[in-house]
């Protein structure tokens, strides 16, 4: 009895460890899965709060109003790079500097040679210089300096100004109220005006050193034509003069021998309507310039290659914006980027960007402004001046105006491009660079490469596991299973290495003698198999079991060697010496040394392994009763394998195809190493590409921190992830179906 009750405590024992055991590891996995869930959550809870601000635009973050006495009249409004002060030019020739915050004055200069004189008009050009014209026909170059000053822990700006030049370009009787002007640099000036009669004058100042160091300088003035013009604009080197007809057209002037101006090009601006051209202003970069209109259209145009004339250029529209509900008034560009503000003769201001156009934000005043509105250097801010002297400050924050669903997914006009196209290009050598932020060429070229590795991956990986799983014998399935999975432990980083190094010259030197051998390859499986089937079965029989796969191998792999050694025969022969030549007459294709077909089988020895291994397994999990069955039944083993064995098995299969897809569109370093990264959108397999998760690795790191190129990098990781958990759920979707299907075999 005592033995009987040991037992049953010891029992009784053990039943209450199995208990904890299997409630402990319930809880294990069960918290395995939640933690498994809520890194992915959490991972895309943080790609989607980097990625937001892309989608929120410009809005006004603080408005200040104060009132400056409006007499004498003003003829210019700017504001520093601090946007603390509004910058204000009296007709006197006396410059203010009132505080935004509240109006107090905080500097007064009197300009150099304005003291006594009346100034008619003013212009600013680039960041820091000033044209004057005074009543008595004298121009004035003037160079702005301001300097911050620290004293006992604050800081106030002083300013300063020089003068850089003066001259008596006209009588008094002849001072123009339109005049255009180029930036003043190393002596050089340009500078135009309509004159009377329509006239379109032109004055120019050329300085230059010698060769024994003797400074020289010639100017000169011409009549460039006689139009009814109503505005001009001058870029900042001075060689390029946009004039704005009362008609609607433009006229784009070339002034590079400013002895002897070329015409461009002319255009209508209004679609042939008789509606004057009442702004012009040039964008950021001197390439593209606004056009506003006297029923208040706002266009971007730029020159392209085309016929027009001798010069070779036309003017194209590239942008259109949303009108103002009265003629355009002045236009304002900005120094950061290709934004840009309007304003209408009712004074409403309109906030826009050139790329993406798109109206950012619309403001409204009380009353017509008095001298207009301006951009903040820092393209923060907006400064207007109304009639009644009120001078109102909106800061804006608007840190990604290039970013819109076009921009990132559709083809935009660039400036310099002759047509719209999707582009990647986030960076450029002047700070005028307009970004190009299209994620389409990024997702093209992950969609190439990973259709060329899995071309190239799937049927060997696949053909292989079968022949692994149902025809080889044991001593050859426990040589290539082992072999083939540890290929997966070789790292990405060497694949790509010896593909960029090795691979790729190589197959630059004998890319003929390794197209023929693909073509040659099965070609030779067939003609090997065709004489293995018709070989009397006394020949076969003597054979040992798998030598027909060995002689099938010694018999690819003579046929690649002689290919690869005939390779410059087969050049010469077929490709008229030059392969690169006869791809480019033939086909009109590009063939670049890193391209696709190193990607694939790069990218494809790294699929291979994966895709093999689980292909193999899911095959040799077939139940063994149905292969026999099917055999008992008069089915050749290779029926048995087709017929029985891969449908049973297509649930891992296609787990196995769709693992090897996820690897090959998450793949980085092999894609960084084996191809030229170039965002091109091509299925050319002779060209390379850029991939999303190599273009992330090449500009992560030089992506300043909340900067457009850092978010839209992080989109590009969020669109990478999305699309991976998407194709996942689709595939296991598929494979559940397909096991609901062949389970009952």
């Known amino acids: 009895m005592q033995t009987e009750a040991a037992r049953a ?8 460890r199995r208990r904890w055991t299997d409630l402990a590891a319930r809880a294990v996995v069960a918290l395995g899965g939640l933690a ?24 006004v973050v603080g408005v200040d109003r104060v009132a400056i006495p409006v007499h004498p009249q003003i003829v210019n409004v700017s504001t520093d790079e601090y946007r603390e002060s509004a910058q204000i030019i009296r007709a006197n020739g006396v ?20 003291e006594g004189q009346q100034v008619r008009s003013a212009l600013r050009v680039g960041p820091d210089q000033i044209y004057l014209w005074r009543d008595d ?31 008596p370009l006209v009588s008094s009787q002849e001072t123009p109220a339109v005049f255009a002007a180029s930036v003043v640099r190393d002596g050089n000036v340009t500078v135009a005006w309509l004159g009377g009669g329509g006239t379109v004058q032109l004055w120019w100042r050329r300085a230059s050193t010698s060769l024994f160091g003797e400074e020289e300088s010639a100017e000169g003035r011409v009549t460039v034509a006689t139009v009814q013009g109503n505005v001009l604009v001058l870029n900042g080197r001075g060689d390029r003069l946009l004039v704005g007809r009362e008609d609607g057209g433009i006229q784009m002037w070339d002034l590079s021998d400013p002895a002897s101006p070329v015409r461009v090009d002319e255009r ?5 309507e008789p509606i004057p051209v009442t702004a012009l202003a040039y964008l950021l970069g001197d390439q593209a310039f606004v056009v506003g209109d006297q029923l208040g259209r706002v266009s971007v145009w730029q020159p392209v290659r085309g016929s027009a004339d001798r010069s070779g250029w036309q003017l194209e529209r590239i942008h259109l914006f949303v009108p103002h509900r009265a ?28 790329t993406s156009e798109q109206t950012l934000c619309e403001l409204d005043l009380d009353s017509p402004p008095l001298v207009g509105a301006v951009l903040a250097p820092k393209a923060d801010g907006i400064i207007a001046l109304s009639r009644d002297g009120g001078l109102l400050s909106w800061g804006i924050h608007n840190p990604h105006p290039e970013i819109t669903l076009r921009t990132l997914f559709g083809k935009v006009w660039y400036e310099g491009y002759a047509v719209p196209e999707y582009v990647w290009q986030s960076t450029g050598g002047t700070d005028d660079f307009e970004p190009k932020f299209s994620l389409t060429p990024l997702l093209f070229g992950t969609v190439k490469g990973t259709v060329y590795a899995l071309l190239f991956a799937v049927p060997i990986a696949v053909l292989a596991a079968l022949y692994t799983a149902l025809f080889s014998p044991p001593a050859v399935r426990n040589v290539v299973k082992p072999t ?23 197959l630059e030197r004998h890319m003929p003698g390794f197209l023929l051998a693909l073509v040659g390859a099965p070609l030779m499986i067939a003609l090997l198999g065709t004489a293995w089937f018709f070989a009397p079965r006394s020949w076969r029989g003597g054979l040992p079991h798998g030598f027909e796969v060995v002689a099938a191998g010694v018999a690819l792999c003579a046929l690649g060697i002689g290919c690869w050694a005939a390779s410059g025969w087969f050049e010469r022969v077929l490709f008229w010496g030059d392969f690169r030549h006869w791809l480019s007459d033939t086909l009109g294709a590009r063939f670049d040394q890193r391209n696709c077909v190193v990607v694939g089988l790069a990218m494809g020895f790294a699929v291979i392994p994966l895709i093999f291994a689980i ?33 049973a098995a297509s649930p891992g299969i296609f787990s196995a195809v769709m693992i090897g897809f996820g690897r090959a569109v998450g793949e980085t370093m092999i894609v960084l190493m084996a191809t030229g990264n170039t965002p091109v959108m091509e299925w050319n397999i002779f060209t390379g590409m850029r991939t999303l998760s190599a273009n992330i690795a090449v500009e992560i790191p030089e992506a300043p921190y909340a900067s457009t190129l850092y978010r839209v990098l992080f989109l590009a990781a969020l669109l990478l992830f999305v699309v991976t958990f998407v194709v996942n759920t689709l595939a296991e979707i598929v494979r559940q179906r397909l096991r609901e299907r062949y389970q009952q075999m």
Request: proline letters at 5%; hydrophobic letters at 50%; glycine letters at 6%.
């Open 615 to 647: 292909t193999e397994e899911a095959l040799s999990n077939v139940p063994q009763r149905l292969v026999s069955a099917s055999l008992a039944l008069g089915a050749t083993p290779w029926q048995t394998a087709m017929r029985v064995v891969l449908p």
């Open 268 to 272: 209508s601006a209004t679609n042939g």
């Open 137 to 167: 026909g004298h121009l004035l170059a003037l160079r702005l300096r301001i300097e911050p000053q620290y004293d006992a822990g604050t800081r106030r700006l002083d300013a300063k100004v020089d003068l850089l030049g003066q001259w």
């Open 327 to 354: 003629p355009v008034a002045w236009i304002h560009v900005s120094q950061r980027d290709k934004g840009f503000v309007t304003t209408d003769r009712q004074g409403n201001i309109a906030l826009r960007h050139s």
């Open 484 to 506: 083939v999975e540890v290929m997966a432990a070789l790292p990405s980083v060497v694949l790509g290495f010896v593909a960029g190094l090795v691979l790729a010259p190589a």
């Open 95 to 114: 410059m203010e500097f009132f505080r935004l915050r509240d109006g107090a004055l905080l500097q007064r200069l009197q300009l150099p040679q304005t």
């Open 36 to 59: 498994t869930v809520a890194s992915i959550v959490t991972m895309l809870v943080f790609l989607g709060t980097e990625t937001w601000p892309l989608a929120r635009g410009a809005r």
């Open 9 to 16: 405590a010891l029992w009784a024992a053990r039943t209450v």
